[in-house]
């Protein structure tokens, strides 16, 4: 009798339900609304680990009618743990009428630290539980359906970049007025997969121990990673990363605060991610600096000027540097300083010429101004001062003086020969170089030809006579014309020392001494004849550092340095070969040779090694008229059993080596470089093999950048002309060719008796 009730209170209960669920087609009455129902079709698997942009879809219907929405939550804690209270209420439900969404979650809850290559990153995660639920045109709800999973992230991470870090992780002296600025990453779910970190908080404080004690000797770093609990007081609040005026990436100390004199403090930067996550690790090589609040620190001024090359200074009690200039030359100086290494800003320059009276502001030649960033002057006579101060932010100064002394250029008498090829009298065999007494009488017999010249008063002899020291340039300043002969070996001789420049980012304060007065003669109308032995780091090669002194290069674009493109120092313009002789780009047939993928085929022996040289079809040509149109080896240099013998056997080059290359269209054509307008080839050479890249390059030059200028000279005979210059030593070719050179440059310049 029970079971059978039980049936019928079923049966009853099933009848219930379909009267008032259903509507009565008898008296057309609408029954109970029934509940949808909803169901999750994809995202992470209950109690998976996935990144914190997790991706559900899901579907739902309605039995007795349509689904109008759905409701959804995302409750930190899995379905056991979880707060009841995140899912109570209609208040903490989202509604969308989309079939799928891209949660972002939060992953703060547990971290550890975990090595990734080589690097060591935070990680950090945390349970979510996603319920769902469906809502019908009635809104009656569904039952939810759930999805448990551990969203996980890496912590995003910072580099402090300003000041510029110090080279190891010592304490660095900063300014009293620091700028700090930094940089921040956030691998989203790997260290290539990167993005901006939310927003960034930064702290400082003097290195105090534990117990609230100064102590600079305690290892305050060690310490926020093992308690960073007890620094929490001591951070400021987020900032977002990309907050307006980049308050997000930089902030400055002292103006606000301040910072306690030759005391040691921290500096600390953390990021956190969209997923809350933050930077766990605190290192003094990226996120922390320590350093002590000096008042010495301050800004490095460098000054540049093209034919004085370029100046740093460093503090106020300095000597002035020096240089001896000729009259009536236009100075362009130019200047700028960096306060960036102990956290400073420059605030202004100011300069002025001889200023006698550095506090009084009517002694200088305009105020402290960040705009003040060079200055021109042209002195004829006298000893004239150039200052040159630059105040940070800080208010500490940096004061820079360069004296110039202003020689005379008498320009009175007509040739000086500086011997700077030293060789020995050796017993002549194989003519790979000329003894002592054959360069000499070579260069003797066609001095001699010149009206006035006097061997004894008007022949330097950089190596024997003056220790390899580069003439005085007011030595320089008494003659029109000038021959320099120089050797390939720059222990031996001074060319190198006169012409060797320094690359405007490589300026030290102990720079160059002699200035290039080959330059400033050149603008003062004098005529030079340059040649010597070419090879390796010989000829116009010897104004480069020894870092840049790798073939063929850039002039303009690679001065410190075989680089890629034109994107980094490009002071080179202001070289002696670039500026005054038009060439942009150096080779050798001998020397360090590139190793590009796209360097041509180079090799010296019987294929890049020169047989003769032919005159170039450049249109100034016809302005000199006299030049052999071919120019041939000396017939001793190239006889059998000679060093440059054409035929000579394995290892001689066979063929003639001691070149210099100007211009290459090979090496142009391939950075897209022209010829200078003012470059004007003499001869080409020809090379063992036609398939060479070096056949048919450019190896003398006419100088025609100053031709136009009359020399201000004294006494005797003026005349504006051009300079001229072989990548090679003449005395190795046919004699009767070089005479009809030396004999049509003597024309030129006037100076050839008879």
């Not at 080279?167 to 930094?182: A, D, E, K, M, P």
């Not at 007494?437 to 330097?460: K, M, Q, S």
Request: proline letters at 6%; one cysteine or more; a negative charge.
């Amino acid at each position: 009798m029970k079971q059978a009730f039980s049936i019928g209170g079923a049966a009853a209960l099933a009848a219930l339900v379909l009267m008032l669920g259903c509507e009565n087609t008898l008296i057309g009455e609408k029954g109970g609304n029934q509940p949808p129902e909803v169901w999750l079709s994809s995202g992470p698997v209950e109690g998976d680990t996935t990144g914190y942009q997790v991706h559900f879809y899901w579907g739902g219907w309605d039995p007795d009618g349509e689904v109008l929405a759905y409701e959804f939550v995302v409750a930190p804690g899995n379905p056991y743990g979880f707060n009841p209270e995140d899912t109570t209420g209609l208040d903490k439900w989202f509604r969308t009428t989309s079939h799928d969404s891209v949660f972002r979650v939060s992953a703060n809850d547990t971290f550890r630290n975990v090595t990734i290559g080589n690097t060591l990153y935070t990680r950090y995660d945390k349970t979510h539980t996603f319920f769902l639920r469906a809502v019908d045109l009635q809104g009656k709800r569904s039952i939810p359906v759930y999805r448990s999973f551990t969203a996980w992230t890496l912590a995003p991470f910072v580099n402090i970049e300003r000041p510029r870090p110090p080279s190891s992780t010592t304490t660095q002296s900063l300014s009293r007025v620091i700028t700090f600025g930094w940089t921040g990453r956030d691998p989203i779910d790997s260290p290539d997969n990167v993005q901006d970190p939310d927003s960034v908080r930064w702290l400082y404080s003097l290195i105090l121990n534990p117990q609230g004690v100064y102590d600079p000797s305690f290892d305050i770093v060690a310490d926020l990673n093992a308690h960073p609990e007890r620094y929490e007081s001591k951070w400021g609040p987020w900032v977002w990363y990309r907050a307006p005026g980049d308050s997000g990436r930089i902030t400055i100390l002292g103006d606000d605060e301040v910072l306690e004199m030759n005391r040691s403090h921290i500096f600390a930067v953390q990021a956190k991610d969209e997923a809350g996550a933050v930077t766990g690790i605190f290192d003094r090589r990226s996120n922390v600096r320590q350093f002590i609040v000096s008042q010495a620190a301050g800004p490095l001024l460098q000054i540049f000027e093209p034919f004085l090359g370029g100046f740093r200074f460093l503090g106020t009690i300095l000597r002035a540097e020096k240089r001896d200039l000729p009259p009536g030359v236009t100075l362009n100086f130019r200047w700028s300083a960096d306060a960036s290494s102990y956290g400073g800003e420059v605030v202004c320059y100011q300069y002025g010429w001889d200023v006698s009276d550095l506090n009084n502001p009517d002694d200088w030649d305009s105020d402290c101004s960040p705009f003040v960033r060079g200055c021109t002057a042209t002195w004829y006579s006298g000893v004239h001062t150039l200052f040159v101060r630059v105040v940070d932010n800080a208010g500490t100064e940096t004061l820079g003086q360069i004296e110039i002394n202003i020689v005379p250029f008498r320009m009175d008498r007509n040739l000086l020969w500086v011997d700077d090829f030293p060789s020995s009298n050796f017993s002549q065999t194989d003519y790979a170089t000329p003894t002592e007494n054959e360069h000499d009488a070579f260069w003797l017999g066609f001095c001699n030809r010149t009206i006035g010249f006097d061997p004894t008063r008007d022949v330097y002899d950089a190596y024997y006579s003056y220790n390899s020291r580069a003439p005085l340039i007011s030595l320089i300043g008494r003659y029109k014309n000038i021959i320099w002969t120089y050797s390939s070996a720059p222990d031996f001789g001074a060319w190198d020392d006169v012409i060797r420049f320094t690359p405007e980012s490589l300026v030290g304060t102990g720079s160059q001494v002699t200035v290039n007065y080959l330059s400033l003669f050149l603008a003062k109308g004098g005529h030079l004849l340059t040649e010597g032995n070419s090879e390796r780091t010989g000829g116009l090669a010897a104004s480069l550092l020894p870092i840049a002194q790798s073939f063929p290069m850039s002039l303009k674009c690679e001065i410190t340095g075989n680089t890629t493109g034109c994107e980094g120092d490009t002071s080179g313009v202001n070289t002696f070969p670039f500026k005054d002789y038009c060439v942009s780009m150096l080779d050798k047939i001998v020397g360090t040779l590139r190793r590009d993928e796209d360097m041509p085929t180079r090799r010296v022996r019987n294929y890049d090694c020169m047989i003769y040289a032919t005159k170039s079809t450049d249109a100034y040509h016809d302005s000199i008229p006299g030049f052999p149109n071919q120019l041939d080896l000396w017939s001793e240099v190239t006889a059998a059993n000679r060093f440059f013998d054409l035929n000579a056997p394995d290892p001689r080059p066979g063929g003639f080596t001691l070149v210099e290359i100007y211009d290459p269209a090979y090496w142009m054509n391939r950075n897209f470089t022209r010829n200078q307008p003012c470059f004007h080839p003499i001869y080409r050479m020809r090379a063992k093999n036609t398939l060479s890249a070096l056949n048919g390059t450019s190896i003398s030059l006419f100088v025609t950048k100053y031709a136009h200028i009359v020399p201000d000279a004294d006494s005797g005979l003026e005349v504006a002309a051009p300079s001229f210059h072989f990548g090679f030593e003449l005395w190795y070719f046919n004699r009767s060719q070089v005479d009809a050179i030396i004999n049509t440059i003597f024309r030129k310049w006037q100076i050839l008796a008879g």
